[in-house]
């Protein structure tokens, strides 16, 4: 995976998107805005991508995006219902067709036997009450996990949510 794999993604989630004259919004943990700063690379992404939500804390994904605080309590930042929420949260409060939440452990600290460093959950939910999530384990250092989870993401919501 790279930047330029990135970028590509970048530009067709952007043409699938204004084609089908949607808007697109992130919520983002451990990608730190690395997915909308993708997105907003593209010249003329204002036609599809209006704002996103980088939510590093448990404190910022509840106040911003609404995850229940028993949720995170329950199953912890990086979980399906937590990135479920998020997503569903990001939807709401950007007024978007598509969401994309990313929450993971990047690294190289944090990792446990049941979450090792490189496990990421991914959620996304669309304007139909459609919603996703799924998990992934990416090998490498810290750089590399988010990458890894900018270019799932995209390839995901391109894939999955914007081809019809």
């Not at 794999?5 to 805005?33: D, I, P, R």
């Amino acid at each position: 995976m790279t930047e330029t794999n990135l970028h590509q993604l970048s530009v067709a989630v952007g043409a699938a998107l204004k084609a089908a004259g949607q808007w697109v919004t992130c919520a983002e943990s451990c990608t730190g805005g690395w997915v909308a700063k993708a997105i907003t690379d593209i010249a003329g992404s204002s036609a599809w991508f209006d704002r996103g939500f980088v939510t590093y804390s448990n404190a910022a994904k509840h106040d911003l995006l609404g995850v229940a605080e028993s949720t995170l309590q329950e199953y912890g930042a990086v979980s399906e219902q937590v990135v479920r929420e998020m997503a569903e949260g990001a939807l709401h409060a950007a007024g978007a067709d598509v969401a994309v939440s990313i929450s993971g452990i990047a690294g190289p600290d944090g990792g446990t036997a049941a979450k090792p460093v490189g496990t990421v959950w991914f959620g996304f939910a669309d304007n139909t009450g459609r919603t996703h999530a799924c998990k992934q384990l990416f090998a490498g250092d810290r750089e590399s996990v988010r990458l890894q989870a900018a270019v799932f993401s995209l390839q995901t919501l391109l894939d999955d949510f914007l081809k019809k």
